[in-house]
């Protein structure tokens, strides 16, 4: 069984920082893509960061130049530090993982979210 647990969310001032982080654990052999979604209300879970095993990343133009995704493949970790950050970001940020769990077999797992607001 895997499990990926998300932590850093909260409430800051616009123009404020945070950072999120996401730990897997469990039955995992390796990990591969690993990324970050939001979903504010009443509109449709959309990808923020994406980040490749082997470091390459991808952003949503929303927050190309605010935001950066990192991992630490030794923690199994992926964090997400945000800058500058807008009322427009406030959503449940998700954590996503691509984990093979046996060689051979993979799956892709979601974190419970972890609620983001940003006040004006």
């Known amino acids: 069984q895997v499990q990926l647990v998300e932590s850093g969310g909260g409430l800051v001032q616009a123009g404020g920082s945070l950072r999120l982080s996401c730990a897997a654990s469990g039955s995992i052999f390796s990990i591969n893509a690993m990324g970050w979604y939001r979903q504010a209300p009443g509109k449709q879970r959309e990808s923020v960061a994406l980040?490749?095993?082997?470091?390459?990343?991808n952003y949503a133009d929303s927050v190309k130049g605010r935001f950066t995704i990192s991992r630490d493949n030794a923690k199994n970790t992926v964090f997400l530090q945000m800058n500058s950050l807008k009322p427009e970001d406030t959503a449940v940020y998700y954590c996503?993982?691509?984990?093979?769990?046996?060689?051979?077999?993979?799956?892709?797992?979601w974190g419970q979210g972890t609620q983001v607001t940003v006040s004006s």
């Open positions: 980040i490749t095993s082997g470091g390459n990343t």
């Open positions: 996503n993982a691509d984990i093979n769990y046996r060689l051979g077999y993979r799956n892709v797992y």
